[in-house]
């Protein structure tokens, strides 16, 4: 507890040295405005392109377990399985990972648990996109649009055209696919599937989801067309899911997957490589910041050591006139926690300003002339709390040694080298 002695001589103490005192909390104040800056913007970048993934695939995908190969003198040698012999190869012919019994299992995916926020049967497979001499390879999405756009949003990332009520023979195509084709609404393209059969289609929309892995290589047709380019009948390849908390796709997925006889994968395991570069970059950071309030701390320290050091005689008469220990101790531990703490206020003015000045600069992501923000940021009341408590904290710490070494001041041998 302070008394009201060690409170006034601080006090005292930092109106005398004004300029030591602007100095001390300018240092805090800029150590703080960074952990802001630095904190909101990582946090900003990693919400972005978490966002991106997340907006852009369902966050768990059901489908037919893979199998593993299987050597040929394993098999049946009859029936559908049997290998067939070719000269000296054997080709295996090859069971489609396909779900048949869909409409019964999103039917109790729905109910299954109440953190599954949509479901939506797809069909994906592999084809050539072609127009004029152009062919690329891409991904073929077949949706139900309406129930699709449930678990992952379309209609809102439209360019033009539409996403729903797309009929047979129409699709929708991810802008940069559109702009490699040079096609536009109403333009004919061709598709033909990995299992040879073709299709033409009518250019109904062009999206832009923001990550280029769907806007470069995807297009999305009826349930129905997708079925009948990959000869699946009326099955499909998988089952996507929305999910109210992402971070928890990787539980719910474990969990399905012992209710169930199909696979579930979330996008936690299918984007692992980014994850992990996710927690280096938060690793990172974390020392940034930390070596950062650190380097303030020794500011403050070098700062009280000084002014016990120009301050040897009063303190000395302080203990001379009754003043003892613990009240030195208390005087110079709350003139340096004190200083730490309005630095800290005005760094957190500094910081909180930067960081709403930079959120309101934008620039267009791309020719279809959305914008986003060039500084992501991401500002919480965590990270003001954190930062406030940390500059105050290590203010608090950096204090101990200078108020200690002013405690032991011997006040005879003070006034006498006076």
């Known amino acids: 507890m302070i008394d009201r002695f060690s409170r006034s001589v601080a006090l005292r103490n930092l109106g005398f040295n004004l300029g030591q005192s602007a100095l001390t909390v300018g240092v805090v104040a800029i150590s703080v405005t960074l952990v802001i800056f630095l904190g909101a913007l990582i946090g900003g970048l990693q919400r972005r392109l978490i966002s991106s993934v997340t907006g852009s695939v369902p966050h768990v995908v059901v489908r037919q377990a893979e199998r593993d190969p299987v050597a040929a003198w394993d098999l049946p040698r009859t029936g559908p399985d049997a290998p067939i ?3 000296e190869e054997v080709k295996l012919q090859q069971r489609k990972m396909k779900i048949e019994d869909w409409a019964v299992w999103t039917s109790r995916l729905r109910d299954f648990d109440p953190d599954i926020l949509a479901v939506s049967p797809v069909v994906e497979g592999q084809a050539i996109l072609a127009r004029g001499e152009k062919r690329q390879s891409i991904s073929v999405t077949g949706v139900t649009p309406e129930l699709h756009n449930k678990v992952v949003e379309i209609e809102d990332k439209l360019v033009s055209g539409r996403f729903f009520g797309l009929n047979g023979g129409e699709a929708a195509i991810g802008f940069k696919l559109a702009e490699e084709f040079a096609v536009r609404l109403g333009d004919k393209v061709r598709i033909t599937s990995s299992e040879g059969t073709v299709g033409d289609y009518t250019v109904a929309g062009i999206f832009d989801t923001g990550f280029a892995a769907v806007d470069g290589r995807t297009v999305f047709v009826t349930l129905r067309d997708a079925q009948s380019l990959f000869q699946l009948g009326g099955a499909v390849t998988s089952i996507g899911l929305k999910l109210r908390t992402i971070f928890e796709a990787d539980t719910l997925a474990a969990r399905l997957m012992t209710q169930m006889p199909y696979e ?3 996008w936690m395991e299918q984007n692992q490589t980014l994850l992990s570069g ?9 020392l940034i910041i930390g070596f950062t309030v650190v380097a303030s701390g020794f500011g403050i320290a070098a700062i009280l050591i000084m002014a016990v050091v120009s301050k040897l005689r009063e303190i000395g008469i302080y203990k001379a006139i ?3 220990r613990r009240q030195i101790l208390a005087t110079f531990t709350f003139q340096g926690t004190l200083l730490a703490l309005v630095g800290s206020l005005v ?5 909180v300003g930067l960081t709403l000045g930079l959120m309101q600069v934008r620039m267009a992501a791309s020719s279809t002339g959305r914008t986003v923000e060039v500084f992501p940021m991401m500002l919480t009341g965590g990270l003001i709390a954190t930062a406030i408590g940390m500059a105050t904290g290590v203010g608090f710490l950096a204090s101990l040694y200078p108020a200690w070494r002013a405690a032991r001041v011997d006040p005879i041998e003070v006034i006498r080298g006076a």
């Not at 996710?278 to 974390?286: D, G, V």
């Open 85 to 87: 012999v070719v000269g």
């Open 264 to 266: 579930a994968e979330s």
């Open 278 to 286: 996710l927690r280096a970059q938060s690793q990172s950071s974390n």
């Open 322 to 324: 009754g003043a003892t």
């Open 347 to 351: 760094g957190t003015a500094l910081g």
